[in-house]
């Protein structure tokens, strides 16, 4: 089992920035990934970004040059920083974990961005 706490999220203005953290713990296992995904009502739970243990990445095309996820393998952590939010960037975001034994999601944080 892994358990996932993630921190950050709230209120932000558009134009703003957001800070996201999720640490991981429990069967911490390699290869793995690390990442994040949003759910906006009424809508499918959809990638933000992701990095796995290798050190690669990837993004939604919505969000490519406004957010920068890293991770620290050592404290099977990961962040993801958010400039320039939008008001469609509002959405519950959820932190995931995949090892070779399935997926793992945080209880999810709200981000809302007002205009």
């Known amino acids: 089992q892994v358990q996932l706490v993630e921190s950050g999220g709230g209120l932000v203005q558009a134009g703003g920035s957001l800070r996201l953290s999720c640490v991981a713990s429990g069967s911490i296992l390699t290869p793995n990934r690390m990442g994040w995904w949003r759910q906006a009502p009424g809508t499918r739970r959809e990638l933000v970004a992701v990095?796995?243990?290798?050190?690669?990445?990837n993004y939604t095309d919505s969000v490519k040059g406004r957010s920068t996820i890293s991770r620290d393998n050592a404290a099977a952590a990961v962040t993801l920083q958010m400039n320039s939010l939008k008001p469609e960037d509002t959405a519950v975001y959820y932190c995931g974990y995949r090892n070779r034994y399935g997926d793992y999601w945080g209880q999810g944080t709200q981000v809302t961005v007002s205009s």
């Open positions: 990095a796995t243990s290798g050190g690669s990445t």
